[in-house]
């Protein structure tokens, strides 16, 4: 079962302490990963066709998927009608916006080795 928006706010309200039960439990299991994933193929073949990448999954986040469909907390959203999500950035909070034009300056200024240095200061 998929949540649709009309429905996801009652029904995630709806659910018990034992629903959430199978999603906490991987909390820790979560919190031990390093690796949730690597890339494979790419290789060409006899013919030298490349084969598409692919991501294949570590199993944690197999069972993360599982159980969040089955709980079920996916919400079935039209993310390319999103209009407010298309606009986002122009609404975003003039502190935040001052603080992205400082970082874009500085990297302007002295270059992107100093503003990836996250010691460095605006």
Same mark, same amino acid.
């Given at each position: 079962?998929?949540? +649709?928006?009309?429905?996801?706010? @009652? /029904? ?13 439990? %991987?909390?820790?299991?979560?919190? @031990?990963?390093?690796?949730? &994933?690597?890339?494979?193929? !790419? @290789?060409?073949?006899?013919?030298? *066709?490349?084969?598409?990448? #692919? ?12 159980? *969040? #469909? ?7 959203? +039209?993310? &390319?009608?999103?209009?407010? !999500?298309? @606009? ?5 909070? $003039? !502190?935040?916006?001052?603080? %992205?034009?400082?970082?874009? /300056? $500085? ?16």
């Amino acid at each position: 079962m998929i949540l +649709d928006e009309r429905n996801c706010k @009652n /029904k995630i309200n709806g659910f018990t302490y034992q629903d959430w039960q199978p999603l906490m439990a %991987l909390i820790p299991e979560i919190e @031990n990963t390093s690796n949730f &994933g690597e890339w494979s193929g !790419g @290789n060409k073949d006899e013919e030298g *066709v490349v084969q598409i990448p #692919y991501c294949v999954q570590a199993t944690i986040v197999s069972q993360f998927i599982e159980i *969040v #469909y089955a709980i079920p907390i996916i919400i079935d959203f +039209d993310w &390319g009608a999103w209009d407010e !999500g298309y @606009n986002t950035p122009q609404k975003l909070d $003039k !502190g935040i916006r001052w603080m %992205l034009a400082c970082h874009i /300056k $500085k990297e302007r200024r002295y270059g992107k080795e100093h503003s990836e240095n996250p010691r460095q200061r605006f």
